[in-house]
């Protein structure tokens, strides 16, 4: 059974950090596109950053150069640092992983920027 499990969301000031953290379980690890999405009520999904098999990098614009996305295939894991926070930021944070017609999803961490 896959199984992906985000943790690290929470409530965090307007200028502070976090980090995500996802563990895959059931699935090869090392085949797949990791990535984390972001939703909030009333807009759209937004993919907010990839790390490929071969350990290339996308994010959107909206994160980059605040945001990095990393990965450690001995550990099975996928982290999102998340620096310089803003309110825009406040959603629920998936970790997705994706490998030709196979897309599997976690359950999600919620992460709130605010004062």
């Known amino acids: 059974q896959v199984q992906l499990a985000e943790s690290g969301g929470g409530l965090v000031q307007p200028g502070g950090s976090l980090r995500l953290s996802c563990a895959a379980s059931?699935?090869?690890?090392?085949?797949?596109?990791m990535s984390w999405l972001r939703q909030t009520p009333g807009k759209q999904r937004e993919l907010v950053a990839t790390v490929t098999s071969s350990g290339s990098t996308n994010y959107a614009d909206s994160v980059k150069g605040r945001f990095t996305i990393s990965r450690d295939n001995a550990k099975n894991t996928v982290s999102l640092q998340m620096n310089s926070l803003k309110p825009e930021d406040t959603a629920e944070y998936y970790c997705t992983a994706h490998y030709k017609w196979l897309n599997y999803w976690g359950q999600g961490t919620q992460v709130t920027v605010s004062s």
């Open positions: 059931g699935i090869i690890f090392s085949l797949y596109d």
